[in-house]
């Protein structure tokens, strides 16, 4: 739907990947009735959203036990019932896949990285396993005999971002979707935000910023004193079909993952590159990908399918920014989210749809609030 002129909401949410989309539904649950999502492309969930590879790897993809692993792990265990309603509401399967992940040394910096990811988990209390060479090639008797050892992640998982975005998109039939691109937010003085974009004008008392890696395109009101940039960084990813179920586990590499669906595709990922918005991406990534492949899984026949990439948006410090700024204001952040925005749909959208609704407040909500950014000079 393209509105031109200006329509009014009670909520406008600007961007309609996961992030927005799952908003929207918890706001809908909520009893929120006006809501617009705006997106600048025809469809909603066809930017980062579609590009993923949908894993949900708390463990595998932190550093260390802190506030941000904590966030990671409560989207996570929330994941099994939003599977659930998503499919009782749809009849879409998002193919959560609890098997667990691995990851994978192959060199002797590898092990000890391992050695010191498993030595502070474990003192963390979390879920961990290490693995014998052996171990791993009886778990995944497809993988290199050149494996030096691995861990094992019970709980991290992984989900079809595709069926996941189709499955939120189905829950929108009562959403009004606007196909436009915001340029700029203005707060018009009676507790109204004015969202301006290429062809309408879309008023709200309160506006979600979902935008992800386009987030600082958008020009926020001169007394909005704020050091936030959301930086894309660009990924690549690859995807082969294979005859049979190649691997069983999400698996982990110092140079990249492999993830397998249930319909014996096999996605490859993933580069990291500060390019800004650029399309042009040569050969050098996709032969990474191909050497990561090649790594894991020598000499197993499948054929190449599919090459695509997308931008994924890192804060500064490279954290989520979750909830509203300035406080009072009705504007609210949910951006940032960088490699994980698959894995932290549900908590962003209770944390944000709570909030809005309910007032509730969460720790989470002070410690990845936009107003670590603001600029007191």
């Not at 791993?136 to 991290?156: M, Y």
């Amino acid at each position: 739907m393209n509105f031109v002129g200006q329509q009014e909401f009670d909520v406008l949410i600007i961007g309609g990947g996961v992030i927005g989309l799952s908003i929207a539904r918890m706001l809908k649950k909520n009893g929120v009735e006006r809501i617009a999502i705006v997106e600048k492309n025809a469809g909603c969930g066809m930017e980062a959203s579609s590009a993923a590879a949908g894993m949900l790897a708390p463990q595998a993809e932190t550093d260390q036990a802190d506030d941000f692993l904590r966030l990671c792990q409560e989207s996570r265990n929330l994941y099994p019932n939003f599977a659930a309603e998503l499919f009782d509401e749809t009849g879409i399967d998002i193919e959560l896949e609890q098997t667990g992940a691995l990851l994978l040394s192959f060199f002797e910096a590898d092990l000890i990285k391992s050695e010191n990811r498993f030595a502070w988990q474990k003192a963390a209390n979390l879920p961990i396993e290490k693995l014998s060479v052996k171990d791993v090639l009886k778990l995944e008797p497809n993988i290199s005999k050149k494996v030096l050892g691995a861990l094992r992640f019970p709980l991290d998982w992984q989900i079809e971002n595709r069926l996941l975005v189709s499955a939120l998109l189905q829950t929108q039939k009562v959403v009004n979707h606007c196909r436009d691109e915001i340029k700029a937010l203005a707060f018009d003085g009676d507790k109204h935000w004015s969202a301006k974009g290429l062809t309408g004008e879309y008023r709200a008392p309160v506006v979600i910023v979902a935008s992800g890696a386009w987030t600082s395109l958008i020009k926020f009101p001169a007394e909005f004193k704020s050091d936030i940039e959301i930086t894309p960084i660009r990924g690549q990813m690859m995807s082969f079909q294979s005859s049979d179920k190649l691997l069983g586990h999400v698996v982990h590499t110092s140079s990249g993952y492999l993830v397998p669906r249930r319909d014996n595709r096999i996605l490859v990922g993933t580069t990291v590159e500060n390019v800004g918005f650029s399309d042009v991406t040569g050969s050098a990534a996709m032969n990474h990908l191909l050497e990561t492949k090649e790594t894991v899984l020598p000499n197993r026949n499948s054929d190449y399918v599919e090459h695509w990439f997308n931008f994924r948006p890192k804060s500064p410090d490279g954290l989520p920014l979750l909830g509203e700024f300035p406080e009072n204001s009705g504007l609210y952040f949910a951006t940032g989210h960088y490699r994980n925005g698959i894995l932290l749909a549900p908590v962003t959208a209770k944390l944000i749809a709570d909030k809005i609704t309910k007032n509730a407040d969460s720790p989470f909500l002070k410690i990845f609030s936009p107003s670590r950014f603001v600029n007191h000079s």
